[in-house]
């Protein structure tokens, strides 16, 4: 295991937010799931729109909560660490971080349980689009294949 694996593991080790004992493989399971989710609904949405429709999708979905975010912040400063944190978690770059920073290291100690039920709310989110884009996709592709098969049928007699 290169040395950079052991850092990020000794972090999220440190930090207490996840791992309370001796880590195995369930260190890798909370960014392994929301990043399979991420792949798995941006693939969806991409077969599902098009360019402009899935560009917009990605727009919505990624930085418009990074920009509610930002006012929530400057409107309510120290105030807002849980709404920032809920509101981000849905933006996949924004719950990364929250997956993989410490406490600590923000200086946000007092709601170190915000940013650990907001990167779990940020895993169901993501689970939930990835979920719902891949049943409405094969709902889709499905009658199109019957649609598809009653033509040929049609067709050939």
Not at 16 to 22: E, K, P, R, S
Not at 90 to 108: N, Q, T, V
Not at 121 to 138: D, K, M, R, V
Request: aromatic share 14%.
């Amino acid at each position: 295991m290169p040395f950079t694996h052991f850092v990020l593991l000794n972090r999220a080790i440190d930090s207490g937010l996840y791992f309370a004992t001796d880590p195995g493989l369930e260190v890798f399971l909370m960014p392994c799931i929301f990043f399979a989710a991420c792949v798995v609904y941006l693939r969806a949405a991409r077969e599902r729109w098009f360019t402009v429709g899935f560009w917009g999708f990605l727009g919505l979905l990624w930085i418009t909560p990074l920009l509610l975010c930002m006012v929530l912040a400057a409107a309510g400063e120290e105030e807002a660490f849980e709404a920032i944190f809920h509101v981000g978690s849905i933006s996949p770059p924004f719950a990364f971080f929250e997956i993989s920073a410490r406490a600590h290291d923000l200086g946000i100690g007092p709601d170190e349980e915000s940013l650990r039920a907001a990167a779990i709310t940020g895993i169901i989110i993501a689970c939930a689009i990835a979920l719902f884009l891949s049943i409405t996709q094969y709902r889709l592709r499905k009658s199109w294949d019957l649609r598809e098969e009653k033509l040929s049928k049609e067709s050939s007699e």
